[in-house]
């Protein structure tokens, strides 16, 4: 199985991002735009950035109603954006209403491809007390109740639905999500290659042991953002994905 790499654009000005990516031109990439970036450079930005050939995972993380959901994914398709993001937890009702809204758009050509759908399940800043303390409720109603527990319970609501096509996951969690669902895609933060410091990171994983548990993807910000040579890094990184 071949793993991709996605470069976090993790900035507070597109300048930045724009003087990243013109060191990497040309290495087969795809560029993670998130909520600090797109607050302030703007979807016209991220659809000149596609436009220009670029591949682009939009990670927004969609939390709402239905149809406010569903509305804002037919808009960040409309970016270009390979991959999106949304809260697995907007339930399977949500999941609904996005896959027949990106049918409707699909048909009607407001969009020309489908993006992929990845669903957000458990954010690994919760701690295992903070996570049954407030999710609790949750728990009472599908018995759901570590954290481990909610990640299962959401990757077979995210394997389950046609609309929703992989999940972001840690390296925790990556090789028994895998076992079980051969063919989601699994997009795989907190990667470190051998000798970088681990920053926030609580459980860090080198890229190609990542590659090794199942990941379709890893995502690495700072080891390439703060690197003294990023294209250096980028193709070391590339090379132990190869
Ligand atoms: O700099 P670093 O490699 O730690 O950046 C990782 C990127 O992946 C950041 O954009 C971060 O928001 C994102 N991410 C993460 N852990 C998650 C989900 C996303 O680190 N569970």
Redesign the pocket.
């Known amino acids: 199985m071949t793993t991709e790499l996605v470069v976090?654009l993790?900035y507070n000005e597109r300048t930045k991002a724009e003087l990243l990516i013109e060191q990497l031109e040309g290495l087969p990439v795809i560029y993670?735009v998130?909520l600090e970036l797109f607050m302030t450079a703007g979807a016209s930005w991220v659809q000149a950035l596609t436009a220009s050939g670029q591949r682009v995972f939009l990670?927004l993380k969609f939390h709402d109603i239905p149809n406010t959901v569903s509305q804002a994914v037919v808009q960040a398709a409309k970016t270009g954006a390979e991959f999106l993001t949304l809260h697995l937890s907007g339930g399977k009702r949500m999941l609904d209403e996005v896959d027949i809204r990106l049918q409707e758009a699909m048909i009607a050509q407001e969009i020309m491809e489908r993006p992929r759908v990845l669903g957000?399940s458990v954010?690994?800043?919760f701690h295992e007390e903070d996570w049954i303390a407030n999710v609790s409720h949750m728990a009472k109603v599908t018995g759901v109740r570590t954290i481990s527990d909610s990640v299962f319970h959401f990757a077979s609501l995210a394997h389950d639905h046609p609309g929703v096509q992989g999940m972001?996951c840690?390296p925790k969690e990556v090789e028994m999500i895998r076992i079980k669902y051969p063919h989601l895609y699994l997009m795989v933060?907190?990667?470190?290659p051998e000798g970088s410091p681990s920053?926030?990171?609580s459980r860090v994983t080198t890229p190609a042991e990542a590659k090794n548990l199942g990941a379709s993807a890893i995502?690495?910000?700072?080891?390439i953002?703060q690197s003294a040579n990023p294209r250096q890094t980028v193709e070391m990184i590339l090379g132990d994905l190869a």
């Not at 933060?189 to 470190?192: A, D, E, S, T, W």
């Not at 995502?219 to 080891?223: K, W």
């Open positions: 976090a993790d993670k998130g990670d957000v954010l690994t800043s972001v840690s933060p907190g990667i470190r920053h926030d990171q995502v690495v910000g700072r080891p953002t």
